[in-house]
């Protein structure tokens, strides 16, 4: 664990709970934690010094967010939250509390298994066009 409180894994300290467990929050409180664990994911991602914190009110690309940590990014909440999260809505300019409100609602209308479902569509995409079939 590094001294910002931000495993190597790219996982926050303060991991976040099971995404049944965030779906049976207060919406509010789940965009909350959400926000929070970003905040910690920015730390680790742009090396940003413990004396300063990532901005709640700023999108992501105004705080140094590029299209390599926006993939870095993706692959740790979808992994964590188990919702499709597209690289486009990282670099738009909602702020990062915006995007936690985004992903809280898209957390609760995906239900339990959508986590499943995604990896079987993406398991069944064929090799060499991207996962797309003709």
Do not use: W
Request: aromatic letters at 2%; hydrophobic letters at 45%; charged letters at 25%.
């Amino acid at each position: 664990m590094s001294e910002n409180g931000v495993s190597v894994s790219g996982r926050a300290a303060a991991d976040l709970p099971d995404p049944a467990e965030l779906r049976a929050m207060d919406a509010a409180v789940r965009a909350e934690l959400i926000a929070d664990y970003i905040c910690a994911l920015l730390r680790e991602f742009l090396t940003i010094p413990p004396a300063h914190r990532p901005s709640r009110h700023r999108p992501l690309r105004s705080q140094g967010v590029g299209s390599i940590t926006a993939l870095k990014l993706r692959r740790v909440l979808e992994s964590a939250l188990e919702v499709e999260v597209p690289v486009v809505e990282l670099l738009r300019d909602d702020t990062l509390q915006e995007l936690a409100v985004l992903l809280a609602e898209r957390l609760e209308l995906a239900g339990p298994g959508h986590g499943a479902a995604r990896a079987t569509r993406t398991a069944a995409g064929s090799v060499g066009t991207g996962g797309l079939r003709p």
